[in-house]
């Protein structure tokens, strides 16, 4: 039943898809327009299997570098959340230098961080923390600050510290709005790797497409970006699958405890 209700809502949009290639490929042929400015889906697929293994290495690369700095912005926004709403008066201090962070340009950014750390693993490693931590920070403190006031008053009541109302409340009560801020930094993390790859190195998919607009080899730059399209649906469903897993933990867990 579930399955049959999942097939049903990737009907539509899996045939505005093909509608949209076929389109494409017509649009192409009918105005017959060059390669180099416009290849048509079957020559991107094409030329996707030519390049299969080249693009595969470079694939894994940006996967590899998108994963760690997913993981390392995702732990550094729910360090700092739970620290502004843990430490009294953190919040009022450091929240508005936190959304300062945010206004300073990712490319200026990645100019910087090349000019103080070089060309290595470490500055791109770097420029997807800043841009992953701050919706994940954000939305975990917006979850943490909308517990239940009933139960907070109840544990309170009974003597609970409050380190234990964060563990057994506040925190399972910020699940969604985690799962919210995860959900966007994942989509950051994939386009800031592709950013952080072109802007210095000499693999991924991010200089993959770099290398090969400057060839003027546009196939190659449209096989690319479906790669990098595929990887961002990827790693979002799997977020929006562990959600689905967590909340329902999270039911059984209160209906059990009732």
Same mark, same amino acid.
């Given at each position: 039943?579930?399955?049959?209700?999942?097939?049903?809502?990737?009907?539509?949009? /899996?045939?505005?898809?093909?509608?949209?290639? /076929?389109?494409?490929?017509?649009?192409?042929?009918?105005?017959?327009?060059?390669?180099?400015?416009?290849?048509?889906?079957?020559?991107?697929?094409?030329?996707?299997?030519?390049?299969?293994?080249?693009?595969?290495?470079?694939?894994?690369?940006?996967?590899?570098?998108?994963?760690?700095?997913?993981?390392?912005?995702?732990?550094?926004?729910?360090?700092?959340?739970?620290?502004?709403?843990?430490?009294?008066?953190?919040?009022?201090?450091?929240?508005?230098?936190?959304?300062?962070?945010?206004?300073?340009?990712?490319?200026?950014?990645?100019?910087?961080?090349? +000019?103080?750390?070089?060309?290595?693993?470490?500055?791109?490693?770097?420029?997807?923390?800043?841009?992953?931590?701050?919706?994940?920070?954000?939305?975990?403190?917006?979850?943490?600050?909308?517990?239940?006031?009933?139960?907070?008053?109840?544990?309170?009541?009974?003597?609970?510290?409050?380190?234990? +109302?964060?563990?057994?409340?506040?925190?399972?009560?910020?699940?969604?709005?985690?799962?919210?801020?995860?959900?966007?930094?994942?989509?950051?993390?994939?386009?800031?790797? +592709?950013?952080?790859?072109?802007?210095?190195?000499?693999?991924?998919?991010?200089?993959?497409?770099?290398?090969?607009?400057?060839?003027?080899?546009?196939?190659?730059?449209?096989?690319?970006?479906?790669?990098?399209?595929?990887?961002?649906?990827?790693?979002?469903?799997?977020?929006?699958?562990?959600?689905?897993?967590?909340?329902?933990?999270?039911?059984?867990?209160?209906?059990?405890?009732?």
């Amino acid at each position: 039943m579930g399955n049959s209700r999942g097939l049903r809502k990737l009907g539509p949009p /899996v045939a505005c898809l093909l509608g949209f290639l /076929v389109l494409w490929q017509a649009a192409v042929a009918l105005f017959a327009i060059e390669e180099w400015i416009l290849p048509s889906p079957l020559a991107v697929f094409h030329e996707m299997g030519a390049e299969w293994p080249r693009l595969m290495g470079h694939a894994a690369a940006t996967i590899r570098l998108t994963l760690i700095g997913f993981a390392a912005g995702t732990a550094a926004g729910l360090a700092l959340a739970a620290l502004l709403h843990l430490i009294p008066g953190a919040r009022a201090g450091l929240y508005p230098l936190l959304v300062l962070t945010q206004n300073v340009p990712v490319i200026v950014l990645g100019d910087l961080l090349v +000019i103080w750390f070089g060309f290595g693993v470490l500055p791109k490693l770097i420029l997807l923390l800043l841009v992953c931590f701050f919706p994940v920070s954000v939305s975990m403190l917006t979850g943490l600050q909308q517990a239940d006031p009933k139960l907070m008053h109840y544990m309170r009541m009974i003597g609970a510290s409050k380190q234990q +109302i964060f563990w057994k409340l506040e925190l399972p009560g910020a699940l969604g709005h985690l799962f919210a801020g995860l959900k966007i930094a994942a989509s950051y993390s994939v386009i800031g790797a +592709i950013y952080a790859e072109a802007l210095g190195s000499n693999e991924g998919l991010g200089y993959y497409i770099r290398l090969s607009s400057r060839g003027w080899e546009t196939s190659r730059v449209f096989g690319g970006i479906l790669l990098i399209v595929l990887f961002s649906l990827l790693l979002f469903g799997a977020i929006a699958l562990i959600e689905r897993y967590a909340v329902r933990w999270k039911v059984r867990k209160e209906v059990n405890e009732a």
